[in-house]
């Protein structure tokens, strides 16, 4: 089992999106808690060129942006799809 955890700049995120999607895409983030990586779902990447690894999560026209740590999964970032590989 992993821990999720947010970094001040995700949270910033989650403030700025609509409160009704926030609660999907919070939603969303407990699906890694069982598994980071889980068989056969498409929306997983790992994204490249970024030292450590980071992946991201699409739902909808967002995408969470994650790394592992031992066993916590740290959210990078929340944003629109058009927003978010801006870091």
Request: charged share 35%; aromatic share 10%; proline share 9%.
């Amino acid at each position: 089992m992993f821990v999720v955890e947010f970094t001040p700049a995700a949270v910033r995120d989650l403030k700025r999106i609509d409160p009704g999607v926030r609660k999907k895409l919070l939603g969303e983030t407990r699906v890694l808690e069982p598994d980071p990586f889980p068989k056969g779902t498409p929306q997983i990447k790992l994204l490249a060129g970024i030292r450590p690894p980071h992946f991201r999560l699409r739902s909808g026209d967002y995408r969470i942006v994650y790394r592992i740590e031992r066993k916590t999964v740290v959210v990078v970032r929340i944003a629109h799809r058009r927003e978010v590989y801006r870091f």
